[in-house]
């Protein structure tokens, strides 16, 4: 009951009860307030398809369907429900996930009507708590070495990342290795990490080196210990695979591993053997290694980066992480977790996110991904007001536009001849007009086509273009 309070804005009630089957069958309903269903009597809902009487569900808003495919509970406020041949209500929705003998059996939502007191006053701003996502949340990132995210914290409800993620439990139930491939900033150690705490290893050590961040002879020692009297100086020291012995070691940006010690890495890889520099002795060590790559693997072998034999041996396991530009079904749920982050971070009371915001957030492509959003969150955290509870575009613009001013491109330039612009507003109005010059130019003109691959209402793009003197020009 306690949590029930907590959750339901503190009325410690609930207005309807619904239970369902892994076919969306609603089994049982009790509707306490008569608004939640079209039907006089809650029976007559039992044995009807649960999207059947909603007419503004889908497997991606329903939280009992989300509960049950993710297998952990859902919560949502403030969200809209549309019984059919009824005018829609709010809701605060909790979902939970049912199991017999450890399967997924069905799931049971709890709801209870939104008020207006509950409900946000400002029709320009999302509620961050409508964003739904499991309540476990994102943990942070703890000292070094220590593995505390699991793919429960892993931010996916685009379809490619998700399967990305789902891939996590394949990898880790085997002692194979494993690469990770992703752009900087996508979050490949988040991976390596929950692949560790997936698997048998997870009590045993995670240990994480990036390979660029040491020269070739440093990083021979410290992956695989030192004997004494190795140079001068030299002591009996253990490498990180003694170290990770048992566990997990991650090595990051492995195609900056000089070619020279690739192959002392495959003979580990092959039977989890080596001698430490300057030692005669074998050592054994029973260890699932790791590597992430920022770069294209066929590139990072043709220029002499990665040895063909060190990338099947590691890439016989592999996940791609896409970039956020491929993913932007993520980005509100990024904003959410970053602003409930660092609400902490600034003494924040921000609960509200303005569409505007959002909008402009996923039309940018990301080049540093979700640390480059992450910045740029930031900043706008830093700078709004303390007795604000909305966070708008006008309070990330100026980073926002220095992200712009970056990541542009001379071709991409709006401004003829390469002039710098006026003023902040220009330099991102400049960068928006290229991008939909050269999206019509592509499209022909098409409009519903360049909506399309913008990912974009055409009515949106449709003023955006009239505003930027661009109709015309498209259609020539």
Known sequence: MELLKKLFHGKGYIDGITIINLEG??????????????????????????????????????????????????????????????????????????????????????????????????????????????????????????????????????????????YIRVVAACDLPVMICGETGTGKEVFAQSIHNASSRSGKPFIAQNCAALPETLLESILFGTSKGAFTGAVENKGLFELADGGTLFLDEINSMPLSLQPKLLRVLQDGSFRSLGSRVMKHVNVKLIAAMNAEPVKAMQEGQLRRDIYYRLSMMSITIPPLRERKKDIPHFIKFYIGKHNTTFHKRVQYVSRELIARLEEYDWPGNVRELEHVIVYGMSVVDDDRNVLRFEDVEAKFAECHRAAEKPAYSGIKGGAPCASLKDAVEAYERGIIARTLGETGGNLSKAAKLLDVPRQTLQRKAARHGLLQEGKA
């Open 25 to 166: 069958e609603i089994l049982f309903t009790a509707k306490l307030n008569g608004k939640l269903s079209n039907e006089e009597n809650a029976c007559q809902l039992v044995g009807k398809r649960f999207l059947d009487v909603y007419d503004n569900l889908d497997s991606e808003s329903s939280t009992m369907l989300r509960a049950m495919e993710f297998g952990m509970p859902f919560y949502m406020e403030n969200q809209v429900l549309e019984p059919k041949g009824r005018e829609g209500i709010r809701i605060t929705s909790l979902s939970l996930p049912i199991k017999s003998r450890g399967r997924i059996v069905g799931a049971i939502d709890l709801s209870m009507e939104v008020g207006p007191e509950e409900a946000s006053d400002a029709p320009d701003c999302i509620d961050l708590k409508a964003l739904a996502f499991p309540l476990d949340g994102t943990k942070r990132l703890a000292e070094q070495n220590a593995a505390v995210f699991t793919e429960r914290d892993i931010i996916a409800v685009d379809e490619k990342m998700r399967q990305a993620r789902d």
